[in-house]
């Protein structure tokens, strides 16, 4: 059973910046693929952006291109999700997720493991 927690969430002004961190713990962290999901109150949750087993694959959502930013690090086992630009719709509990998969994916059915989220706020 992988747990996942996830940490580096808080208030933040428009344009700023935060980086989450997500310890994982019980599983072989290297074999499984990673993504960052997002929960905004009164909207669906949608993925943010997904990697491979490796690491060498991604796939971003359309509004996360170019200003955010995901890593693992295995040795650690630990995801990150660096986010830029920040803009208030941005403002969500951020959830950090893992599946057995092969491929990078937005998809919310690989995902067999999820921690409790970090939330984050955009406001001025």
């Known amino acids: 059973q992988v747990q996942l927690v996830e940490s580096g969430g808080g208030l933040v002004q428009p344009g700023g910046s935060l980086r989450l961190s997500c310890a994982a713990s019980?599983?072989?962290?290297?074999?499984?693929?990673m993504g960052w999901f997002r929960h905004a109150p009164g909207k669906e949750r949608e993925a943010v952006v997904g990697?491979?087993?490796?690491?060498?694959?991604?796939a971003y959502a359309e509004f996360a291109k170019g200003r955010f930013i995901i890593s693992r690090d295995d040795l650690k086992n630990m995801l990150y999700l660096q986010m830029n630009s920040l803009t208030p719709q941005a403002t969500a509990v951020y959830s950090c997720?893992?599946?057995?998969?092969?491929?990078?994916?937005?998809?919310?059915?690989?995902?067999?493991?999820w921690g409790p989220g970090t939330q984050v706020t955009v406001s001025s």
């Open positions: 019980g599983g072989t962290f290297s074999s499984l693929i």
């Open positions: 997720e893992a599946g057995t998969g092969q491929l990078a994916s937005l998809r919310t059915a690989l995902y067999d493991y």
């Open positions: 990697m491979n087993r490796s690491g060498g694959s991604t």
